[in-house]
């Protein structure tokens, strides 16, 4: 049973940094790409960032390219979302995701794509 656990999320002042942790368990991903997107009250589910774990290509959304970095580790089936210089716009609930991509670093379409797998979200608040 495929698992994604995500950890991390909390109250934080504009400026502040936060990681978040996104376990991944039940399967072997390495032929997976994993996603955070997120979610804030009102508003549509939108797409943060994401990397394959074999080819380590990553993904932005352009409000967090340059704040934001993903990262992968294996021997901990663990991805990570490093937020700096976060604004109140980052406060939202997040999610990982997950999908099969298949070997190598070939493009694939990260924000539109249709996650098979998701977590239960961790709560992220920028006060100003």
């Known amino acids: 049973q495929v698992q994604l656990t995500e950890s991390g999320g909390g109250l934080v002042q504009a400026g502040g940094s936060l990681r978040l942790s996104c376990v991944a368990s039940?399967?072997?991903?390495?032929?997976?790409?994993m996603a955070w997107f997120r979610q804030a009250p009102g508003k549509e589910r939108e797409f943060v960032a994401a990397?394959?774990?074999?080819?380590?290509?990553?993904y932005y959304a352009d409000s967090v390219k340059d704040r934001f970095t993903i990262s992968r580790d294996y021997a901990q089936n663990t991805v990570f979302l490093q937020m700096n210089s976060l604004k109140p716009e980052d406060t939202a609930k997040y999610y990982c995701?997950?999908?099969?991509?298949?070997?190598?670093?070939?493009?694939?379409?990260?924000?539109?794509?249709?996650?098979?797998?998701w977590g239960q979200g961790t709560q992220v608040t920028v006060s100003s």
């Open positions: 990397i394959r774990w074999s080819g380590g290509n990553t």
């Open positions: 995701a997950s999908d099969w991509v298949g070997l190598g670093r070939t493009w694939f379409d990260a924000p539109n794509r249709q996650y098979e797998y």
């Open positions: 039940g399967r072997d991903f390495i032929d997976y790409a």
